[in-house]
């Protein structure tokens, strides 16, 4: 059974960095997958932030992160990270972690087939 567990949010001010984390279990990063966060915000739909697949390195950034958040993965640790720097207050959202397994799409989405519960980030001005 794969889960994911998201941890690291929190409430930091404008211009802040918090990184995020994912500990993924059930598949392993030497196989065939993709994961991803998402983030939503009230009264939003949810968006892809960003994703990472294990087939060539593809990564993906939505254009209101790049260059600002990076995401990352440790093998020995199962885990993927989003380190997000010089937050603004429009980045407060819920961010979950995703992960497509096995992988079947090609880009990110939000049709994912596993979701964590959820971390709140929040960025005051």
């Known amino acids: 059974e794969v889960q994911l567990v998201e941890s690291g949010g929190g409430l930091v001010q404008g211009g802040g960095s918090l990184r995020l984390s994912c500990a993924a279990s059930g598949f392993t990063f030497d196989d065939d997958y993709a994961i991803g966060w998402f983030r939503q915000a009230p009264g939003k739909e949810r968006e892809a932030v960003s994703c990472i697949s294990s087939r060539d390195g593809y990564t993906y950034y939505a254009d209101s992160v790049k260059g600002r958040f990076t995401i990352s993965g440790d093998n020995a640790k199962n885990t993927v990270y989003l380190q997000m720097n010089s937050l603004k207050p429009e980045d407060t959202a819920v961010y979950y972690c995703?992960?497509?397994?096995?992988?079947?799409?090609?880009?990110?989405?939000?049709?994912?087939?596993?979701w964590g519960q959820g971390t709140q980030v929040t960025v005051s001005s």
């Open positions: 995703a992960a497509d397994y096995p992988h079947h799409f090609s880009d990110c989405r939000n049709e994912y087939d596993y």
